[in-house]
């Protein structure tokens, strides 16, 4: 069973779309996070959820809304999207908030046209 | 958290060992290392972490200098498999505000 799983792997998707991505983890985690990986591959934090509670958010755009219901799923919606969006997101989580032993899903892939 | 420096890219032999190098001269004393790696296409994967005791796992071993100021990333015997970005990252553990920092990291490849 994969660890950390994130839906759709591929998105593509006109300028001005709505769009979710959906995460879920079967450890058991408490923190779970959203990080963006832009095309010179850097790779940096969004959002970070710990017990369904926001603890970061990283000067993230008011479009983007992640969305917790239970500590196993943290999903991120995207409203009015823009070419600068696209990039690869990743889903991660850790044991407890400052854990620094996460656990990445294998990324979502947004393109917007 | 401290600023860490790394070679961007680096050649190991299939079998060889591969020895990654980190330059962490502003680390503190309550600030971990870390090492992550990233294979094309998949999510980060965590290798290792230590203060100040040299640490080894079933994928790695970390050689931190008595200083703290450097370290080395040791994967004993390189396989094709393990050609990915090497991440080498310091953090307070424990710190109120959690944020694992990404820098740019160093591309591995190993080859044949």
């Known amino acids: 069973d994969t660890a950390v799983s994130q839906t759709p792997k591929y998105l593509v998707t006109q300028m001005g779309n709505d769009k979710s991505i959906k995460c879920e983890q079967n450890?058991?985690?408490?923190?779970m996070y959203w990080y963006k990986q832009d095309s010179k591959k850097f790779l940096k934090i969004m959002f970070s959820?710990?017990?369904?509670?926001?603890?970061i958010n990283e000067t993230v755009p008011n479009r983007f809304s992640p969305k917790s219901p239970d500590k196993a799923h943290l999903n991120l919606h995207i409203n009015s999207l823009e070419l600068g969006d696209s990039a690869v997101y990743f889903c991660?989580?850790?044991?407890?908030?400052?854990?620094?032993?996460?656990?990445f899903g294998s990324g979502t892939q947004l393109s917007v046209l | 958290d401290a600023k860490t420096t790394q070679p961007p890219s680096m050649d190991c032999a299939e079998g060889r060992a591969a020895n990654l190098p980190c330059n962490h001269s502003?680390?503190?004393?309550?600030?971990?290392v870390y090492w992550y790696r990233q294979i094309h296409s998949q999510g980060p994967q965590y290798i290792i972490h230590?203060?100040?005791n040299n640490e080894t796992n079933e994928m790695a071993s970390l050689i931190i200098t008595e200083d703290r100021k450097s370290s080395t990333l040791i994967l004993p015997h390189a396989t094709l498999r393990d050609t990915a970005v090497y991440y080498c990252?310091?953090?307070?553990?424990?710190?109120?505000?959690?944020?694992?920092?990404f820098g740019k990291g160093t591309k591995l490849s190993v080859i044949p």
């Open positions: 991660a989580s850790s044991q407890a908030q400052n854990n620094e032993k996460l656990f």
């Open positions: 450890l058991g985690h408490d923190t």
């Open positions: 959820y710990n017990n369904k509670e926001l603890i």
């Open positions: 502003t680390i503190s004393g309550n600030e971990y």
């Open positions: 230590g203060l100040k």
């Open positions: 990252i310091v953090r307070v553990v424990g710190a109120g505000s959690y944020q694992l920092t």
